[in-house]
Structure formats: C-alpha cells, structure tokens
T-cell receptor
Framework: NAGVTQTPKFRILKIGQSMTLQCTQDMNHNYMYWYRQDPGMGLKLIYY???????DKGEVPNGYNVSRSTTEDFPLRLELAAPSQTSVYFCASNRDTYSTDTQYFGPGTRLTVL | EDKVVQSPLSLVVHEGDTVTLNCSYEVTNFRSLLWYKQEKKAPTFLFMLTSSGIEKKSGRLSSILDKKELFSILNITATQTGDSAVYLC????????????FGDGTTLTVKP
C-alpha cells in the first residue's frame, strides 16, 4: 500500500492564482481530512469528509473548497491565492472513528504564495 | 473555546537524559488524546489515550492521561539524537467525524 499520497510536493503561486492540491489514499478509508500547518504551529483543520459525497468545514475553511467524488480522492482547491495561505498542507485519513482515532498523514505540500 | 496547550515550547537536552512533555486541554466533548512525532515531514502516530491512569508504553516512550486534571504527559527515557523532533498532542472530539484539535507542539533537540 502506498498509504496517503499528495501532489505536488512544492508549489509557488502568485497572488490571485488558483490551484488544486491532490490527495489519494489506497487504504479504503472513509474519513479524510485536510490540515494546514504554519511555521511553529500545530495543525489546523480546513475541511474533512466522512465518505464519498460528504464534506464539511473545519476550523479554517475560508479560501478553500473540497470535493469527494470517490473514496480514494479528496482534492483541496485554492481559489484566488493569498499570502496568508502560505503554509504546509497535510492530507490525512482514518479507517473509521469507532475503533481508532489514529490518522495516517500524507507527506505534505509546501505552498508559497508571493 | 476548545484548546490544547503544550509545554514547554522547546527543549534542548543531551543524549541519555529523560524528558517529560506536557499537554493540557480544555475541550467540551473529549474522546481521546493522541501523541504524534513530526520530523520535518508528516506526523507519525505514537499513542492514543482514552482512559485515565493507564500507561501506554513503546520502548523508551511512555504516556499517560489524567482526565480529571485534563492533561497528558509523554516521557522519553535515555534520549537519543534520533528523538529530535516536534511532538504534537491532539485531542479528538466525541463526534462521528473524528475531528481533532492540535496543540502547537514541543520541539525537542537532543544533542550528542
């Protein structure tokens, strides 16, 4: 199993540009999450999904959108990028929330908005 | 407002020392507390704690939860340079979605 994979690893955007961060997991996990981590800080939840077709906002959803058309994929869309969105973005997944709360994280995408 | 506070923010020790990292929390709907290790990349899971007073142990690492006083500690004995990392504490809410809130982490540096 590849686990949770994210692309790209790095990206530089200009203010106002848009992009999609890709996240795929091959563990058949229902639960998927997007976090951002600013320097020296913990992770902040952007959006999450409890299954295909079901998404909801986390702590810091403004400026982002998500979709979940399949169990495997959970892309994060940035519209009109702003410098405040410079961060490292992590995607994570969980098998279920009844037997374990352990989340498996992807390697992250480092995004810089100039 | 739900919050998770970790202390200290950073710590420098020498190989062989024992360290204790702290995580206190104030949340309205607690289900579990997780510890992760982050070494310049994705966090990796260490422990999940749900019950007070039951120590979880893995090699030189151990952790315990106190649900009355609302805190957890992570102990690392006989530290090694490979233990240098950011240690994150996260509290999971008792909801279907498994949402969690993270502390800002403790940066541990172990010098030879």
């Amino acid at each position: 199993n590849a686990g949770v994979t994210q692309t790209p690893k790095f990206r530089i955007l200009k203010i106002g540009q848009s992009m999609t961060l890709q996240c795929t997991q091959d563990m058949n996990h229902n639960y998927m999450y997007w976090y951002r981590q600013d320097p020296g800080m913990g992770l902040k939840l952007i959006y999450y999904s409890v299954g295909a077709g079901i998404t909801d906002k986390g702590e810091v959803p403004n400026g982002y959108n998500v979709s979940r058309s399949t169990t495997e994929d959970f892309p994060l869309r940035l519209e009109l990028a702003a410098p405040s969105q410079t961060s490292v973005y992590f995607c994570a997944s969980n098998r279920d929330t009844y037997s374990t709360d352990t989340q498996y994280f992807g390697p992250g995408t480092r995004l810089t908005v100039l | 407002e739900d919050k998770v506070v970790q202390s200290p923010l950073s710590l420098v020790v020498h190989e062989g020392d024992t360290v204790t990292l702290n995580c206190s929390y104030e949340v309205t709907n607690f289900r579990s507390l997780l510890w992760y290790k982050q070494e310049k990349k994705a966090p990796t899971f260490l422990f999940m704690l749900t019950s007070s007073g039951i120590e979880k142990k893995s090699g030189r690492l151990s952790s315990i939860l106190d649900k009355k006083e609302l805190f957890s500690i992570l102990n690392i004995t006989a530290t090694q340079t490979g233990d240098s990392a950011v240690y994150l504490c996260a509290v999971v809410f008792n909801t279907n979605a498994g949402k969690s809130t993270f502390g800002d982490g403790t940066t541990l540096t172990v010098k030879p």
